[in-house]
């Protein structure tokens, strides 16, 4: 996981990502992935590695939970205490 502290040393840090062979970069701020977005773009390394929020991959991750239980009709009751 990556914070850009604001975009300083940002075409840096995605240098020393693509150097380390790093398929995916994650952040929990928006404005480092666009940040790192835009600097994956300057160094040609799109298809490479992907920038994504951490919130994403928790969503991802518990995608097959949520549709095993639609499929056998269960609730899932969320408290905010």
Request: net charge negative; with cysteine; glycine share 8%.
């Given at each position: ?43 040609g ?8 929020d951490?919130?994403m ?25």
């Amino acid at each position: 996981m990556l914070c850009v502290g604001g975009g300083i040393r940002t075409a840096e840090q995605a240098a020393e990502i693509a150097v380390a062979g790093a398929d995916i970069i994650v952040t929990a701020c928006p404005f480092c992935t666009r940040v790192l977005e835009q600097a994956v773009r300057e160094m040609g390394l799109q298809g490479r590695i992907a920038v994504q929020d951490l919130a994403m991959i928790v969503l991802e991750s518990a995608r097959p939970i949520n549709e095993k239980m639609i499929a056998e009709n269960t609730r899932l009751e969320v408290a905010h205490v």
